[in-house]
C-alpha cells in the first residue's frame, strides 16, 4: 500500500518559514516527478511546486517564486518544500503528490491528475 505522509505544518507569522516534509512508503519515487499542492478555503486546488526525478528541474507557481524551494532526497524517497517570507496569502492545507508515470514533467503536474496523496497538512500564517 502506498502511503504518502506529510509534516511540518503549523501555524507562522507573516515573514516566516517553514518546512514541510512528504515521506513515501510501499513504492520508491525516485524515477517520478513529484511535487507540493494546496487549496485554500473556497479556492481551488492548485501545483505550488515540482520537482524532476533528478532534481534537475523544478516548477514553481508565481506567487511563490523566489519564497519556496522544493527538494528532494531520493535515498530516502522523501521530497521537501522549504517555505520562507511566507505571507497570509500562503495559508492553505498543503498536499504532497505523485503521478502514476514516469514521464509527467514538473511543469505538466498541475495539469493532470495525480496518481498519489498525502493526507495534507494545515499551513497557517498570521499577519
Known amino acids: 500500500q502506498v502511503q504518502l505522509v506529510e509534516s511540518g505544518g503549523g501555524l507562522v507569522q507573516a515573514g516566516g518559514s517553514l518546512r514541510l516534509s512528504c515521506a513515501a512508503s510501499g513504492r520508491t519515487f525516485s524515477m517520478h516527478a513529484v511535487g507540493w499542492f494546496r487549496q485554500a478555503p473556497g479556492k481551488e486546488r492548485e501545483c505550488v511546486a515540482a520537482?524532476?526525478?533528478?532534481?534537475?528541474?523544478?516548477y514553481y507557481v508565481d506567487s511563490v517564486k523566489g519564497r519556496f524551494t522544493i527538494s528532494r532526497d531520493n535515498a530516502k524517497n522523501t521530497w521537501y518544500l522549504q517555505m520562507d517570507s511566507l505571507k497570509p496569502e500562503d495559508t492553505a492545507v498543503y498536499y504532497c503528490?505523485?503521478?502514476?508515470?514516469?514521464?509527467?514533467?514538473?511543469?505538466?503536474?498541475?495539469?493532470?491528475?495525480?496518481?498519489?496523496w498525502g493526507q495534507g497538512t494545515q499551513v497557517t500564517v498570521s499577519s
Open positions: 520537482i524532476s526525478r533528478s532534481g534537475g528541474s523544478t
Open positions: 503528490a505523485a503521478p502514476g508515470s514516469s514521464f509527467t514533467t514538473p511543469q505538466s503536474m498541475g495539469a493532470i491528475p495525480m496518481a498519489y
